[in-house]
């Protein structure tokens, strides 16, 4: 069984740097496509970036498009979100979430199978 568990959130001043990692146990994530999702308080969750099975292709919300990186390390069975030059805005409750599809990062949807349990994030001063 997948179980995901994330780690490396925490309270961060405006334009500052997090980075979030994503660990898997009892799996291998490389055969997962994987994303990152967070929910703010009063709104819906939001799809931030995936990364492919297939290809390992990467897609970004407009919102945070240059920004944040998702990246791989297969060796220690780990997806990564760096986040630079943080926004209040973006602050809420960061998810990671594997499906086993190839074509799950092709659309942007947030039905995926397996969740961690989230991270919060805060920006603030």
């Known amino acids: 069984q997948l179980q995901l568990v994330e780690s490396g959130g925490g309270l961060v001043q405006p334009g500052g740097s997090l980075r979030l990692s994503c660990v898997a146990s009892g799996v291998p994530l490389d055969s997962y496509s994987i994303g990152w999702f967070r929910q703010a308080p009063g709104k819906e969750r939001e799809r931030v970036s995936c990364?492919?099975?297939?290809?390992?292709?990467?897609y970004y919300a407009n919102s945070v498009l240059g920004r944040f990186t998702i990246s791989r390390d297969n060796h220690k069975n780990t997806v990564s979100l760096q986040m630079n030059y943080l926004k209040p805005e973006d602050t809420a409750v960061y998810y990671c979430?594997?499906?086993?599809?190839?074509?799950?990062?092709?659309?942007?949807?947030?039905?995926?199978?397996?969740w961690g349990q989230g991270t919060q994030v805060t920006v603030s001063s």
């Open positions: 990364i492919s099975l297939s290809d390992s292709s990467t």
């Open positions: 979430a594997a499906d086993p599809s190839y074509v799950a990062c092709w659309h942007d949807r947030t039905t995926f199978p397996s």
